[in-house]
């Protein structure tokens, strides 16, 4: 017997977020998690514009905004020899309500709908926590260990410790969300490849009161201080919580540490402090093939220059809610679970790289470091100078990829109607180039869907529904598309058509037609439906 449709591992960012988009879909789904209750424990801090585009669309970007760091802290980046002495590189970033501005002023669907938002993870896990719990289709159960797992043709049982008990579940599927060292990868024998174990480094969170209005040099969110130990400082949502990255030998030394990077006298405490180490792998595989899939941590380990890991992982879980859906629902062809891998490990590859070419931008800027950084000498002046000029190029890729953010396209997909030579292994891809920096708005089959404003101030992206299903864009009235919508009608899937009579948006897409799929992502455009629309309607819906 089946207890659960689908069973998630897992409660981090990417599990709660794969169950509340699950839950909002109508799929019975059980997220079970190891821990007790979420922990007050610093990783991630920033949601960038894409997974808030993610949030909005499930009816959640007001709460995080309301959580997270106030709209009109500015998110500036400083690489200093000293947070109380001139910076050395000051890079501005808006607050998210310049931000907020400049998007509302966009014309062009260069940027997005959603600006970033700064939150600490320890804040977002239990905000969608409770946003899940009262999902009437999820069951959530913390204290509660995965152990293993059977998989057969019809299901997934696994078994469950709570307190002293072993229990069985039964469910259709399984999602393991279980992070780095997923226990459900490793049954699997799925290896993950690239680079391991590249440096160690100490973070450290405290709380600190004072010190966001002290800091003489201006509010930012991140302070690298010039040094030997890799000394990073970073704002948490409160503004009175900072941590701190360093390489230093012992969790005690963290204390000390804090105090001199502060350098201002100010009562501190230290709440936690632990190792963590840099990582770029992805997994040679995202499940068993069948019934089994994996996102988040479990499948790709990045450094966190750029602010990918959590992002990605948060897209895997849109692609596969969205297709365990209509599986369940039975209008979705096998060729949609199949797609999961095909289009999210390609993106863990490319978060990875984006990841490694930031990290190596930075690792070059501390690299022109030398002892008499801070002398009142020529040499030291000299030295500042250098690290400055570097930094000023090579620190950007950290905080600038657009491109790896919004830019991402599905490539050799089977659900997606690819133009010119097909992307796979065998054949190059002939459309736009991926790039890590600028984001190029396009509507070529597998991006997602450029934000455009339409005459009457609302956002294409707003027009469409949650959970409408597949949406066709008519911005040409006169275009007969009916034969699409009985080809869609034949496997039940959900689709609608909307009219926008907008020439500017129609300008902006450059087609008169876009057929656009539940997670936003363009399936095909073109100007008049194609020849056999049956056949569109069959490779959308994975047929
Ligand atoms: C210092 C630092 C800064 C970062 N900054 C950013 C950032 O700004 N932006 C960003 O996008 N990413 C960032 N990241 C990365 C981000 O934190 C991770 O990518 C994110 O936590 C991954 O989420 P996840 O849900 O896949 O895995 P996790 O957060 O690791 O969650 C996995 C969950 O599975 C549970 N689990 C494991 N095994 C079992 C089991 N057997 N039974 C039950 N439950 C189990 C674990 O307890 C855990 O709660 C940062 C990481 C670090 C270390």
């Known amino acids: 017997m089946i207890d659960t449709q689908v069973l998630i591992v897992g409660a981090g960012p990417v599990g709660l977020t794969l169950a509340a988009d699950l839950g909002l879909r109508g799929v019975r789904c059980t997220l079970v998690e190891q821990k007790e209750a979420p922990q007050f424990l610093p990783k991630m801090e920033r949601c960038n514009a894409r997974t808030m585009e993610i949030f909005r669309r499930m009816g ?67 905000l969608l926590k409770s946003v899940v719990e009262k999902l009437p289709g999820v069951t959530v159960r913390y204290g509660t260990e995965f152990l293993d797992f059977t ?29 780095g060292a997923s226990p459900i990868r490793k049954q699997l024998g799925i290896d993950l490849k690239g680079e391991g174990n590249l440096l160690e480094l100490r973070q450290a969170l405290y709380r600190c009161d004072e010190l966001y209005e002290r800091i003489p040099i201006g509010k930012g969110r991140h ?17 009175r919580h900072f941590t701190l990255h360093a390489v230093v030998e012992q969790d005690c030394d963290m204390v000390a540490h804090f105090a001199k990077t502060i350098v201002m006298p100010l009562p501190f405490e230290m709440i936690n402090c632990g190792a963590w180490r840099q990582n770029l792998l992805v997994a040679d595989r995202y499940g068993s093939g069948s019934r089994v899939f994996l996102a988040g941590d479990a499948v790709h380990l990045m450094i966190p220059t750029g602010g990918l890991g959590m992002n990605t992982g948060c897209g895997d879980a849109i692609d596969l809610s969205w297709k365990l859906a209509a599986t369940l629902a039975r209008w979705g062809g096998p060729n949609l679970l199949k797609s999961y891998e095909i289009e999210r490990r390609q993106v863990g590859e490319r978060a990875v790289a984006a990841s490694r070419f930031a990290s190596a931008g930075r690792r070059k800027w501390r690299s022109m470091w030398r002892p008499d950084i801070r002398d009142d000498t020529p040499e030291g002046a000299q030295t500042r100078a250098n690290l400055a000029r570097i930094a000023d190029v090579e620190q950007r890729k950290s905080n600038e990829m657009v491109g790896a953010e919004l830019g991402y396209r599905y490539v050799g997909s089977p659900l997606i109607a690819a133009e010119a030579t097909r992307g796979t292994n065998e054949a ?96 095909w455009r073109g100007n008049a439906l194609p020849d056999d629309p049956a056949r569109l309607a069959a490779l959308a819906t994975g047929h």
């Open 60 to 126: 959640l970007a007001g709460s995080i905004r309301a959580a997270g760091l106030p709209a009109h802290c500015p998110m500036d980046v400083f690489i200093v020899t000293s947070i109380v002495e001139p910076p050395l590189v000051h890079l501005p970033y808006p607050s998210v309500a310049e931000a907020e501005k400049a998007i509302a002023a966009s014309t062009d669907a260069s940027m997005p709908l959603e600006p970033y938002q700064l939150i600490s993870q320890y804040t977002l896990e239990p």
């Open 151 to 179: 998989e057969n043709p019809n299901g997934v049982t696994a078994r469950l410790r709570n307190g002293g008990s072993t229990t069985e579940i039964c469910a259709l599927y399984l999602a393991g969300c279980d992070g």
């Open 428 to 523: 190059p891809d002939e459309g736009p180039q991926h790039n890590f920096i600028d984001y190029v708005p396009s509507t070529y089959p597998g991006v997602r869907l450029p934000h455009v404003w339409l005459e009457d101030e609302t956002a294409v992206q707003d027009r469409i529904g949650y959970g409408h299903g597949y949406t066709l864009l008519r911005f040409a009235g006169n275009r007969d598309v009916a034969a699409l919508g009985g080809a869609f009608a034949t496997y039940g899937a959900p689709y609608a058509v909307l009219d926008l009579p907008d020439q500017r948006a129609r300008d902006i897409y450059g087609h008169d037609l876009v057929l656009v799929r539940p997670d936003m992502h363009v399936v």
């Open 223 to 239: 302070y690298h201080i010039a040094d030997a130990r890799h000394t990073f400082l970073i704002l948490q949502d409160s503004t």
